[in-house]
């Protein structure tokens, strides 16, 4: 059994930095694709970041350059450093991981997820 436990989010201000970590314990995390997705209410769950099982990175155009997501392998960890934060960025993060070594940039592409973790931002 996969499971992914998320930490890190919290209330900041706009043009703060949050780092969001999330703990992946069973299966085999090096051979997994890492997503970072949110969803805000009201809206449709969307994949901000996604990590390939070697590292190769997508970002939602919305978060370039203010995101970066990484991986460690030794530790079964994954990471979404966040940067120059956004009122518009508010809402429950979560991570994710696919039983595929390559990038996915949708949810139905991903098998296990976590809880969830809040990141509000005020102006």
């Known amino acids: 059994q996969v499971q992914l436990v998320e930490s890190g989010g919290g209330l900041v201000q706009a043009g703060d930095s949050l780092r969001l970590s999330c703990a992946v314990s069973g299966g085999t995390f090096r051979s997994y694709a890492m997503g970072w997705f949110r969803q805000a209410p009201g809206k449709e769950r969307e994949c901000v970041a996604a990590?390939?099982?070697?590292?190769?990175?997508y970002y939602t155009d919305s978060v370039k350059g203010r995101f970066t997501g990484s991986r460690d392998n030794a530790k079964n960890m994954v990471y979404l450093q966040m940067n120059s934060l956004k009122p518009e960025d508010t809402a429950v993060y979560y991570c994710a991981a696919a039983a595929t070594a390559l990038v996915r940039t949708t949810a139905t592409g991903y098998e296990y997820w976590g809880q969830g973790t809040q990141v509000t931002v005020s102006s």
């Open positions: 990590i390939s099982s070697i590292g190769f990175t």
